[in-house]
């Protein structure tokens, strides 16, 4: 990296983290980041990464399924490093273990320590058949049960395996009719539009369902190693969809990796959001 290279980073890090923490005024929804993006950091300093993530203006983040690891005492601490920091954590990805009877417990203690309302699920496991994805939806209504008495709601992230037809039939169609309506349908926008389905339609033919999305961009060309907003995905009509229809509460954005470091990708995303949602 050339020395020029650097000074233009620090510099545009250090001009992100002075910008004010409020958002463009034409959107009410919080704007949250999904901590996989930052996952390297993470890994070596959590309270650091959320320093650095609420410095940027960030307002809410999403823990990705290794939070499932921490002890009480633990949640406690981050959840005060959240509450100094006004952060919000509404949401957690969660492996199927969560939602079995002999996981759920934890997710529960957990995620009301944390504060959350959703309880995702962010991968299926192994499913093959139908019947496998009925099972996986049945899961998701029976643990929403349960989670309900504690004041959380399960949820469901969709990849690009939801999508993909099975016996003629779609497999997220199939969760959609099949869990109850309270139970999160978590939109990430890039799989959706890498598997050539329609983000706006989907939204749009489930109202009140699409609560929280994952602003992930994806380009044909550089898959998803694009920035937010140098994409394909339509995000104006996703927006007016969602706030109008989807009955978003949160959006969070998510960066599988880019060109520029973990922290400035995140810091580069949330400026363009703010940009786009100026106009």
């Known amino acids: 990296m050339k020395t020029v290279d650097k000074v233009t980073r620090r510099a545009f890090l250090a001009a992100s983290a002075a910008a004010p923490l409020a958002l463009a005024a034409k959107s009410h929804v919080p704007v949250g980041l999904e901590l996989y993006s930052v996952r390297e950091q993470l890994k070596t300093d959590t309270m650091g990464t959320l320093d650095a993530v609420a410095k940027m203006g960030y307002q809410c983040v999403e823990f990705y399924a290794p939070y499932y690891d921490w002890t009480p005492a633990y949640a406690k601490e981050v959840r005060g490093r959240l509450d100094s920091l006004g952060l919000k954590c509404h949401s957690t990805h969660n492996s199927m273990h969560s939602f079995s009877p002999s996981g759920i417990g934890k997710a529960i203690e957990l995620n009301g320590i944390l504060g959350t309302r959703y309880v ?14 009925k099972a996986v939806a049945g899961l998701l209504n029976t643990a929403n049960e349960s989670m309900q008495k504690a004041k959380l709601h399960t949820g469901y992230h969709n990849h690009q395996l939801e999508w993909k037809p099975l016996d003629g039939q779609i497999p997220m169609e199939l969760l959609a009719a099949q869990t109850e309506k309270t139970v ?5 926008v890039g799989t959706c539009v890498e598997m050539k389905r329609d983000p706006v339609a ?8 699409i609560r929280a999305l994952h602003l992930k961009d994806w380009s044909p ?4 190693k694009v920035l937010f907003g140098e994409g394909v995905a339509p ?7 969602a706030e109008k229809r989807g009955g978003v509460e949160f959006y969070l954005i998510e960066q599988e990796g880019s060109r520029f470091p973990e922290l400035e990708t995140a810091s580069r995303c949330l400026a363009n959001y703010k940009e786009l949602r100026k106009t």
Do not use: E, M
């Open 120 to 133: 995702v699920c962010a991968s299926p496991g192994k499913v093959t058949t139908i019947d496998d994805w």
């Open 184 to 188: 999160l349908l978590q939109l990430d």
């Open 202 to 209: 989907w939204i749009n033919a489930n109202p009140g369902r």
């Open 221 to 224: 060309d550089q898959g998803y």
């Open 235 to 241: 995000w104006k009509q996703i927006f007016a969809a």
